[in-house]
């Protein structure tokens, strides 16, 4: 695995070095020393997958506060996607900042969201599946949102109307 921070300090790109031969390839998807080493936390509570039948849906900006707050490996398993977080982190020199970032089954690279980042996606293809690790437990009183549009972040997504939920699309503005 290659760890390369983002822009947005504690988020990681993790590309995938796939050993490869006429069967395929095998390339590791988290390995707990190697995360250690770069100070990422390493427990994981949960694994979900999102499965999304139609190109330009749009799924977030999600996330949990404490004591439930969550770190998250992403990794798009079929099809593509934009993914992108928020630095909701008041006390962060990147706070408020976004980054954006393709993620395909083709490109084999993963994104690491600490805790404190608001996260969503927006599907590039149809049947576009999405694997996560979790580090919490999902637990409804401490599920947030932001609105995928906020002009607080100015987020520059790839496809225009966006499909999305009622849930979604009724998130608020983001209040400092």
């Known amino acids: ?16 070095e796939a050993v490869e ?5 095998f390339a590791r998807t988290y390995c707990r020393k190697e995360f250690t080493e770069y100070g990422l936390k390493t427990e ?3 694994c979900s997958l999102s499965y999304n039948a139609r190109r330009g849906t ?18 798009c398993m079929c099809g593509s996607l934009y993914d992108v977080i928020i630095d909701l982190r008041p006390q962060s020199e990147t706070y408020c900042h976004w980054f954006g970032i393709e993620l395909s089954a083709d490109k084999r690279r993963l994104l690491y969201i600490p805790e404190g980042f608001a996260h969503g996606f927006q599907t590039l293809e149809e049947n576009t599946t999405i694997y996560y690790q979790i580090s919490a437990f999902y637990d409804p ?3 947030r949102g932001v609105r995928w549009n906020d002009p607080a972040f100015g987020i520059k997504w790839p496809l225009a109307s966006p499909i999305m939920s009622e849930k979604d699309k009724l998130l608020p503005d983001y209040r400092k």
């Open 58 to 75: 749009l799924r977030g900006m999600h996330y949990q506060v404490e004591p439930e707050a969550e770190t998250k490996l992403v990794q």
């Open 141 to 143: 009183q401490f599920a």
């Open 21 to 25: 031969d006429e069967r395929g390839y």
């Open 1 to 16: 695995m290659k760890i390369s921070e983002t822009e947005l300090a504690g988020a990681y790109v993790i590309e995938l």
């Open 44 to 46: 994981i509570a949960q």
